[in-house]
T-cell receptor, first 114, second 111 residues
Framework: AQKITQTQPGMFVQEKEAVTLDCTYDTSDPSYGLFWYKQPSSGEMIFLIYQGSYDQQNATEGRYSLNFQKARKSANLVISASQLGDSAMYFCAMRDYYDYKLSFGAGTTVTVRA | DVKVTQSSRYLVKRTGEKVFLECVQDMDHENMFWYRQDPGLGLRLIYFSYDVKMKEKGDIPEGYSVSREKKERFSLILESASTNQTSMYLC??????????FGSGTRLTVV
């Protein structure tokens, strides 16, 4: 079974600063995909970024980047220039390539301070 | 705008009641999922379906069943609701790409 670990239950970050959210995973499959989602207080799940296990470069989407270290089974999310609207719960998730099931970590709550 | 629609945003039910949570998607996706979300535990997969009338148990299927009679609709059934099933329930769907679309969730309270 897949396992996703997010060790930071909550974090505070100052507006305009960068924040790194940790995610480690465990799988025996060589082909897999890693996701990050944002869940604001409204409850919707917003897709942020995706990294495939064979992608050579780290994924980036605007202010979001994924620091993918395959050998360490680590997929940390970096949010640059934090904004007040970034305050939310953030989930790391993974699926194996041939299996559509998405497994989630416990989540990290980010609070951005003005 | 593609959508996954969950029929109720908030639901209060009594212990022992049979509860139906409905989910409809308009993207012609083959795969649909039911998760429950609890603080500190993230999202846990209850059941998923990869085709009409096909279903597989997820990580926490006990106390739940599902129905998928049509491609666009995936129902979660609590046969006899219990207080430990008080939770947020999220439905999701995906097709052949990596895009997952989530519903807005149903917050179920069992009293």
């Amino acid at each position: 079974a897949q396992k996703i670990t997010q060790t930071q239950p909550g974090m505070f970050v100052q507006e305009k600063e960068a924040v790194t959210l940790d995610c480690t995973y465990d799988t025996s499959d060589p082909s897999y995909g890693l996701f990050w989602y944002k869940q604001p207080s409204s409850g919707e799940m917003i897709f942020l970024i995706y990294q495939g296990s064979y992608d050579q470069q780290n994924a980036t989407e605007g202010r979001y980047s994924l620091n993918f270290q395959k050998a360490r089974k680590s997929a940390n999310l970096v949010i640059s220039a934090s904004q007040l609207g970034d305050s939310a719960m953030y989930f790391c998730a993974m699926r194996d390539y041939y299996d559509y099931k998405l497994s989630f970590g416990a989540g990290t709550t980010v609070t951005v301070r003005a | 705008d593609v959508k996954v629609t969950q029929s109720s945003r908030y639901l209060v039910k009594r212990t022992g009641e049979k509860v139906f949570l409905e989910c409809v998607q308009d993207m012609d996706h083959e795969n649909m999922f039911w998760y429950r979300q609890d603080p500190g535990l993230g999202l846990r997969l209850i059941y998923f379906s990869y085709d009409v009338k096909m279903k597989e148990k997820g990580d926490i299927p006990e106390g739940y069943s599902v129905s998928r009679e049509k491609k666009e609709r995936f129902s979660l059934i609590l046969e006899s609701a219990s207080t430990n099933q008080t939770s947020m329930y999220l439905c999701a769907s995906t097709g052949v790409d990596y895009g997952y679309t989530f519903g807005s969730g149903t917050r179920l309270t069992v009293v």
